[in-house]
């Protein structure tokens, strides 16, 4: 029996409405907690994305993977492929690789295709079709990585499309849950809601303006704003009735663009939760998620792929991601997973295409990618993909193995990296990250109004990016934070909150971020939050808005853009400035910078960028300035809290100069007591990043990557012997240990017993 959600969604003038959903939901498919009980370390690659590889390869495929150790594969199911007639299905190649994966002693993932619509399917269904901002109809075609075509599926608010994709999902795992070999259902790859441009974002091109669209978009806003007062005065509106309501088509007004992705991220969302659903009711033994792109802006972002990690997530056994290592994909992946398992299942190090054949890929260039991935927790890797691809623009990339099946060194290399850790794997997964004591706050709305304000989110993605790799190499452990996380007041572990750019807040979300502080949180806000008020639909009359100055005792008396200051060798600082904003400079004549040096109160130079803002208030100790005498940054204690108000984009800054960042982050950590990972101190200017991985609370391993090109010598506060997996480089215990690192250094320590 199909049960019902309610969600509450609070207005903007305080009215409640329930959104009420029926999704093909199952009684506690959603909780977080909800988990198998056992789940694999994996290791091995996607395999099959018909037609290739082709059937007299698999047998020599299969014994090949067995002997490198491979412990899993991926097939894609494609709906064009498997569902070639109304009613009639075609599964039989998935079973024979089903049949041959077992022989091997591999376990498989299926992994559901539904963005390539199958050719019947706008014969029934002519008006499934997206609609671009435009008027154009998207037809179905090829795309390089969707050679057989049909891409990029029908729009997700289409009734009979969506029916039928309910149909091929259910007939998919009927017809395949049989198998032994079968280990993991995936039921939406990379999921967004159309391909025609996710990157650069076009206004015009976005989707979906179809009839369908346009009746759930007015159905949606009123469930939301119960009545149509509510949105007209939010919108700034004189709708006669709801049937008058306009799907948005400029990003020129911030309400109603908001609004409608945010629409489109319901859309999306609830596709996940009935995909989710509907599998775990036919086969509820099996491991049941969806893999996303993270939403690193670009190219997957909140305007056109309009996917939400943290949505998402909520309703998987596990949570999974195409990525590699750095600052921004593996924290985000592990960030929306919140404490689940969490897998990379498209490793795409091995990349390329006809015009650019893939790099050559050893071991040393292999544990770069892996090993600071692991010590972020996640717990298990499949290549994309196994063979190098013989189809389309792919071709000949991507393979762990030539195209005639020859070893490659990326072979030899993930050979030998699963030889070393297969002994470790089984306590790999028992073990747990660090608790992150540092939230990085990134709202999915005030994302969609930075477009909304710069027709790009390059400066949004510039100052977050910022903040995250300034605190990755500089060794704190961080996570982000949703906009509804902070809504929520979900901040549990958390002593230091990051908000850069937070010019879209909620009333809801300024209150509890004011309340965190109070309660001896410690926090670093930027120029002009809450500047609008996303409960109002209104720019904030002072700044900080959503009542924030009142709370915090802090005043905006002068704003301006950097472009407009008076800077001496402002030719120096704007070398790095985009198309758009040197046009703008050349435009107006003005004699400013994107940068700009502030003083601090120690005397050193930290650089703001974009956003200029002078801060009055009692009880305030000036931070920085730019004009002596004229704080742009101040610290003040709020309660048993302190916020800390930087009237500039410091994220941004880094750009120009990173260390002002550094020395503004070691200040904030050390008055919340947060320590860098295992009290890390570097003898020089160069960096590395340091994770540890506890098991039941004590250090079991410790991963390290050096981007130095130089020899590099640091001091670490560790209490045990650890020794590396790969190099033998040996940690002695005691405190202050002093470690000599050559370059470009990659390696995973495991504590030694002996």
């Not at 990525?323 to 390329?352: C, D, L, W």
């Not at 909150?497 to 809801?508: F, G, H, K």
Request: hydrophobic letters at 35%.
């Amino acid at each position: 029996m199909m049960t019902r959600r309610n969600f509450v969604l609070q207005s903007a003038l305080g009215a409640v409405s329930l959104l009420t959903i029926d999704p093909l939901s199952v009684t506690g498919s959603e909780s977080r907690s909800a988990q198998p009980k056992k789940f694999p370390f994996l290791w091995g690659a996607a395999y099959y994305r018909a037609p290739s590889p082709e059937p007299e390869l698999w047998e020599d495929d299969f014994k090949k993977m067995q002997e490198l150790g491979f412990n899993h594969v991926k097939f894609l199911v494609q709906w064009r492929w498997s569902h070639i007639e109304e009613n009639k299905f075609y599964f039989e190649d998935l079973k024979q690789l089903l049949g041959v994966a077992h022989r091997h002693n591999i376990r498989v993932t299926l992994n559901h295709l539904l963005d390539v619509s199958p050719h019947w399917l706008y014969k029934k269904y002519p008006d499934a079709k997206q609609v671009m901002n435009n008027g154009r109809i998207v037809e179905p075609y090829a795309v390089g990585h969707r050679h057989i075509g049909g891409h990029p599926g029908p729009c997700y608010n289409h009734p009979g499309a969506k029916k039928e994709r309910i149909k091929f999902v259910t007939e998919t795992v009927k017809a395949l849950r049989g198998y032994p070999a079968l280990e993991m259902w995936d039921v939406w790859n990379e999921p967004e809601l159309s391909f025609p441009q996710r990157w650069p974002i076009e206004t015009e091109k976005l989707v979906c303006y179809c009839a369908h669209c346009n009746g759930g978009f007015r159905s949606y806003l009123q469930k939301k704003y119960v009545a149509l007062n509510i949105l007209n005065k939010i919108w700034g509106r004189n709708y006669p009735d709801w049937q008058s309501v306009e799907m948005p088509r400029s990003a020129n007004t911030f309400p109603d663009f908001i609004d409608w992705r945010e629409f489109h991220g319901y859309t999306m969302t609830e596709e996940a939760r009935w995909r989710i659903n509907v599998t775990k009711q036919l086969d509820p033994e099996r491991i049941t998620y969806l893999h996303v792109v993270p939403n690193t802006m670009n190219p997957f972002n909140a305007v056109s792929t309009c996917a939400d990690d943290f949505d998402m997530a909520v309703f998987c056994d596990v949570f999974a991601a195409t990525m590699n290592a750095g600052p921004y994909f593996t924290p985000q992946v592990v960030s929306a997973a919140r404490k689940k398992i969490a897998y990379n299942v498209e490793n795409h190090i091995n990349g390329g295409s006809l015009a650019m054949h893939q790099r050559v890929i050893d071991l040393k260039a292999l544990l770069r990618d892996i090993i600071p991935q692991l010590g972020l927790g996640i717990k298990g890797f499949l290549f994309w993909q196994y063979r190098s691809e013989v189809v389309g623009n792919e071709s000949p990339a991507w393979g762990l193995v030539n195209t005639d099946g020859s070893e490659r060194e990326v072979t030899k290399a993930a050979a030998q990296f699963w030889t070393t850790i297969r002994p470790y794997t089984e306590i790999l997964l028992e073990c747990d990250t660090e608790v992150p004591a540092i939230g990085i706050w990134k709202s999915r709305k005030n994302e969609l109004f930075h477009y909304c304000m710069h027709n790009n989110l390059a400066v949004l993605s510039e100052n977050i990016n910022g903040y995250a790799n300034t605190l990755y190499w500089n060794n704190y452990g961080y996570r982000f934070i949703s906009g509804d996380m902070l809504e929520k007041k979900e901040l549990d572990g958390f002593k230091v909150l990051i908000l850069p750019s937070a010019y879209y807040m909620t009333e809801m979300e300024a209150n509890a971020l004011s309340e965190w502080v109070e309660q001896g949180g410690v926090a670093l806000v930027e120029a002009h939050t809450g500047g609008y008020n996303g409960t109002t639909g209104r720019h904030s009359r002072t700044m900080p808005g959503c009542g924030l100055a009142e709370r915090f005792g802090i005043k905006e008396v002068l704003t301006t853009a950097s472009v407009h200051l008076q800077i001496r060798d402002a030719e120096v600082y704007n070398q790095n400035l985009s198309n758009d904003l040197q046009k703008l400079l050349d435009g107006v004549g003005v004699t400013g910078s994107k940068y700009y040096p502030l003083t601090q109160k120690d005397g050193g130079i930290l650089w703001g960028a974009v956003r200029y803002a002078e801060l009055y208030g009692t009880d305030l100790t000036p931070e920085a300035w730019f004009i002596q005498g004229k704080p742009n940054a101040v610290s003040k204690k709020t309660g048993k809290g302190w916020i800390y108000y930087y009237g500039t984009s410091l994220g941004t800054g880094t750009l120009k100069d990173a260390q002002g960042l550094v020395e503004v982050l070691d200040k904030i950590c050390s008055k919340a007591g947060v320590q860098k990972n295992l009290g890390v101190k570097f003898q020089g200017s160069q960096k590395c990043r340091i994770d540890v991985l506890l098991n039941k609370g004590e250090s079991e391993f410790i991963t390290m990557q050096s981007n130095a090109s130089e020899a590099m010598t640091l001091n670490l506060n560790i209490k045990n012997n650890y020794k590396g997996l790969f190099t033998g480089l040996a940690l002695g215990s005691g405190h202050n240990t002093e470690l000599n690192l050559p370059p470009m250094f990659s390696d995973i320590f495991i504590k030694n017993n002996a």
